[in-house]
């Protein structure tokens, strides 16, 4: 995240450690420690060879590897600039533009700059619009920056849970809801997907912009069906047909299905709870 003196990302320079397990640190160019599994991708702001090199002689990890990038490129050529969609303006916290919604991407994904993002937060926008929807809780797994839940709370959504898996991204969601004044309403958890899947049963939408792998896991149970709709993103085009031959559509039925850049979002609704 940042911290002062920073004020926005310019150059990364990320470190791939072979060490989940690490102390503090303590330094004024760290962005942030991304836990993946049995690994840690360290982030900052300038370069940190000896101060790594010393942590591993500590710890005992390896280096896997290391790099140098520009935030630009770290977003894969994408333009990190306000935009808007439905009357909701999104922009990064250095952005001098006015926006409803100010956010700190960090190193995080679900920053709405990218198109599954995009796309969920355009159905997201659309069917909390529409009063016959009533939609009073959500669920976003995988929350990553805490955007979808931002914009959930910020439109009237009463109570909101996000989940991630990664410990920054959660660090980073909470933070983003605290500096948009909805931290009241919505509660960020750490959570393994893989290992548990949350009952939906007492939320009215769940959204979930996840990795295929982790998607078609989570169709398989049961748990995850009992919402009344659900938006589901993360996923490119050749992937809907193994996707859809999981979906129970004895019990659901699809609302609507958008793509952009091949990236594609459905909206479905729960035949059991009245739609």
Known sequence: MLQPPYTAYDRLYTYHLDLPELPELDDPDLIGVWLEDESAVLFFHRPKERLIEELCRRTGAGLIYQADLTYDEWEAGREIAPFTVAGLTVAPVWAAQQAEIKLDPSVIFGSGFHPSTRLCLEMLLKYLAAPESNIASALDLGCGTG?????????????????????????????????????????????????????????????????????????????????????LAGFISPMEEKLL???????????????????????????????
């Open 245 to 275: 031959a999981a979906v129970p559509g004895s019990q659901l039925r699809f609302l609507e299905r958008n793509s952009r850049d091949r990236w594609c979002v459905w909206v479905l609704a729960n035949r059991a709870r009245g739609f």
């Open 147 to 231: 955007l979808l839940a931002i914009a959930a709370a910020r439109r009237g959504v009463e109570r909101v849970v996000g989940i991630d898996h990664n410990p920054l991204a959660c660090k980073v969601a909470q933070a983003n809801c605290a500096r948009n004044g909805v931290e009241k309403l919505v509660t960020i958890r750490q959570a393994d997907l893989r290992q548990k899947c949350p009952d939906t049963d007492g939320f009215d939408l769940v959204i979930a912009n996840l990795y295929q792998g982790l998607m078609a896991e989570l169709f398989a149970r049961e748990a995850f069906w009992q919402a009344r709709f659900h938006i």
